[in-house]
């Protein structure tokens, strides 16, 4: 914590290390109270370097003792400012040993070495090493790692490290060691360590060269029987990785370890992956199909990171999407290419691509709005963003889109040739992207330099005398903190023309070659590279409707005038599954956003408004097509969310968005009441709970027909609901059910409520859904939300919990939290101030809710603007907290 002005980093002041690390040997005492940790470095001075003192960082640390090629610095012969411990005129080979202290019971932070219900963990990513020992904690200082990890027997029975076990045993007085070594460099934020009472599955498993490794699992008892699917979901990683991109597991030993007190979802630590239980707990009883699948995708992007994070590092933090938006790139293609079929694999293009509009897209038009590869920053944590990690995905996507799945791979390839075992940039990705396929991506470097999300205006002109379609896209990119002015992007756009029949049309475009080309492509990568280009389709037979940005071809806004008729017509007949459901967005869109109006305006909102559009009609065709994907059918049922109503709103009108959408819902619940009901029929799952993808996506059709069957709240309705909640055999369809019936005037609904508490009181991540049920329910005010806080299992200590109640909250019932008379906001602003003193990493997070408070009404904004600054002139804010609520108002 520090009340002086933070300071901000910049990437141009980028030095290198002033010394190398080769080797850490470190020993640990570990105690809750008072961990003594004592750490050799062997170090040489770097030739490049001019500077000559050897630079270490530590952060709340007590230094105990420091010894110099064998011989103690006195307090002379070292600086300790700030957490920067300077020696000066220090040799070229240096072997310094250095004692220091920490307290990991008073940890709150979840950063370094703390406990979590009695265990010891440690998070190291992205600075947390140094409250550990004092070290040059920054990605490019790579060194071998030995440690020893000392502990009471019977209190800590488990103790683990990175790499391999090398030695254990007794040390007598109850107490016992274990050695571990790790073969492989790595720099400081892979660190980990964990010890206490765990258990774990394990498995022997054979690689695809025929060297068998051994996987673990590692729970708290009585958590045995919830590992199985990550335990399926590594193997699948593993064999996933050598198929897609040659890579191999590079260790004898790979072990996950679940905690409940969990910053993030989790780290990719060197052999020794330490998660959130929310990322590892599965069972039916427990999880719903959407945490399976969470599980799957974290799994696979932790091992992931094993090659592209931890072989190949960052050389410093403003890279941290060369790690991040390359590995969340790996784990959609892993769980679209388990999915393995095509409509599959739109589905999860979907469901990417509205995360990205659902968070990324606010972020980039807002106060906090940073480049790919941004170019400052006060407190790294908290560039942690949908930015780096789901619009960094994109841009390695657009990789692949313009070379093509060989083209990347081959640039992957050349990627490992030249820097397997270094800390490199973005830049060298992309050089091996442009290298590797001889191809020229230097105006591509700018969707790394660059924040904002683009928008591309496409005109379409028909020539019937000539039979030629023109395509006129032009782009543009709004101002953002850092450059009001942007230069034009390399952007790919994915482009298909359909007939009057809905078939895609055999497309030429003028100008290219197409005559080697035996079967005609139906589908044209456009690479607009100006601000504005023409691209002239021939022999286009008749006027066709274009299907534009298919399967989501680049992060941008596309503006294209459609009729409403073009839209239905896209959405029963576009090849592209992506760019049938987003058409069907389009339309309910711009019903959204018209209703909004009328609301506004004090009309009273009728049937005959829904009627008026094409959007009862094509929802009806969409649930009446039997031949449509179940999964798919849910997506393209499911209205545009609030959040991502509200973006395209000049002013937003959370209340009036809100109105409008429940309106929708209970109109579509009632025309169409039959459709919902043999769509709720027809999709049951009956038998044995499975999570694979036809089930998931029968059940999540299912579940979307109750919730809308629900809208209309009668005594049938409820009934369903009653029942499917009491008959369920697995979380999916309890939770499903449990909420809609709190969002109901169902006479069952407390009850539920309450058997649902009892049911689960031991299953913390089950609690966790039964506070955020009710914090998104609609007719939770801020009262309710303080109300709920006092409940005994309620605590602002456990990220989870936090997170589940007031986040949930915040983020997740807009309604709600932007009450008139402001209440909302300083709920907000007591709660990330109190967690502000407990962990700043989730109270920052928190601070981000106000993210956009100047594009409400002025009467909100002023409310917001109060909070924000209640929160600024708050006392002992942490950097993190102060960068987010600075930013903001400024
Ligand atoms: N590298 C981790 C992942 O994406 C995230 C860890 C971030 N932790 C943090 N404290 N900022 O898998
Ligand atoms: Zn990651």
Known sequence: MRTDTPLTIYRK?????????????MGFDLDPDLTRVATRLTMRRNPDSRNKSLVLFGDSLELVQLRMNGKEVGKRGYTLTNGVLEIHNAPEQVTLEIETATHPNQNTSLMGLYTSNGNFFTQCEAEGFRKITFFPDRPDVMAKYTVMLRADKSRYPVLLSNGNLVEEGDLGDGRHYAVWEDPFKKPSYLFALVAGQLVCQEEKYKLQSGREVLLQVWVEEGNLDKTQHAMDSLENSIRWDVERFGLELDLDRFMIVAVGDFNMGAMENKGLNIFNTKYVLANPRIATDTDYAGIESVVGHEYFHNWTGNRVTCRDWFQLSLKEGLTVFRDQEFSADLIGTESGRAVKRIEDVRVLRQAQFPEDAGPMAHPVRPDSYVEINNFYTVTIYEKGSEVVRMYQTLLGRDGFRKGMD??????????????????????????????????????????????????????????????????????????????P??????????????????????????????????????????????SVAEPPVPSILRNFSAPVVLDVEYADAELAFLMANDSDAFNRWEAGQRLAMRRMLALSAAVQGDHALSNAQLDEGALGNAFRATLRDTTLDPAFCELALTLPSETVVAEQMDVIDPHAIHAVRVFLRRALASTLKVDWLVAYQSNRTPGTYSPDPVSTGKRGLKNLALSYVLEIDDADAHRLAQNQYDNANNMTDRIAALSVLVNSTAPGRDAALAHFFEEFEHEALVIDKWFSLQAMARNTDVATVRELMKHPAFTLKNPNRARSLIFSFCNGNPAQFHAVDGSGYEFWADQVIALNAINPQVAARLARTMDRWRKYAPALQEKMRAALLRVASAGALS????????KSLA
């Open 493 to 538: 756009v994915a482009v298909g023309l359909l007939d009057r029949n809905g078939r895609d049309m055999p497309l030429t475009l003028e100008g290219q070659d197409n005559a080697d080309n035996g079967s005609a492509q139906t589908t044209l990568v456009l690479e607009l590279k100006e601000q504005s280009q023409t691209f002239v389709f021939t």
């Open 414 to 491: 050349l990627y490992f040739q030249r820097h397997d075992g270094q800390a490199v940039t973005c830049d060298d990705f992309r050089a091996a992207m442009a290298d590797a396929n001889d191809r020229d991506l230097s105006q591509f470097e700018l969707w790394y330099s660059q924040a904002g999300t683009p928008h591309i205006k496409a005109d379409m002109q028909y020539d019937a005398g000539i039979r030629t379609y023109s395509i006129t896209l032009t782009q543009s990119c709004p101002p953002t903190p850092e450059h009001a002015k942007k230069q034009s992007f390399h952007i």
């Open 879 to 886: 950097k993190d907290v102060l960068e987010v609520v600075t």
């Open 13 to 25: 002041d980028y030095t290198p290390p002033t010394y190398r690390v080769d080797t850490v040997e």
